[in-house]
């Protein structure tokens, strides 16, 4: 597993469920890859799980969160499904504190960090896949993005201004 396959794989994914338009409906693909979304208090920090048990696996998300960080926990848990990121066989719980912020403590030497990472670029191409924001950015006819490009595409996609950034940023847009 790389970040190279984590994206080429959330891209193929799109292609596959012939998503056309923006906004993604994030929560409709969790759905139809046989994930349950919930929406729960999960506490001050942890912005979502991913639950997997003999019957298959649930995503938790936390309900007070707004919706674009709802959308991008979605699109994250879904990328560990996925990319079969839980190979623990029987019950496991996978926890997420903060997608955008790298984890800066001991787990980045145990394989961990590679597998938010890979999950993270999963969720970036899920919610903003390469072919639909180049055509979105083709439509603005301009020159150069600017910072109101960037809140209009955020807007579109129903995804952060942050995160839009740096989607356009690897896609080599901005
Ligand atoms: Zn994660």
Redesign the pocket.
């Given at each position: 597993m790389s970040i190279l396959s984590a994206r080429n794989q959330a891209e193929a994914l799109v292609d596959a469920l012939n998503i056309k338009h923006a906004p993604v409906d994030v929560a409709g693909v969790a759905s139809q890859l046989g994930l349950e979304v919930v929406y729960i208090d999960l506490g001050e920090e942890i912005s979502g799980a991913l639950i997997t048990g003999p019957q298959g696996s649930r995503i938790a998300i936390r309900k007070s969160d707004p919706q674009q960080r709802q959308r991008f926990s979605i699109a994250?848990?879904t990328a560990?499904h996925y990319l079969r990121h839980q190979f623990e066989p029987g019950e496991h719980v996978?926890v997420?504190r903060g997608?955008l912020i790298s984890h800066r403590n001991q787990r980045s030497s145990t394989g961990i960090e590679a597998?938010?990472i890979e999950?993270n670029q999963f969720a970036a191409c899920l919610l903003m896949p390469s072919r639909l924001v180049r055509e979105r950015v083709k439509a603005l006819s301009t020159e150069q993005l600017y910072d109101s490009h960037v809140t209009a595409l955020a807007k579109e996609f129903n995804v952060s201004e942050q995160a839009m950034t740096i989607r356009l940023t690897s896609l080599r847009l901005l």
């Open positions: 994250h848990e560990h996978h997420d997608h597998k938010e999950a």
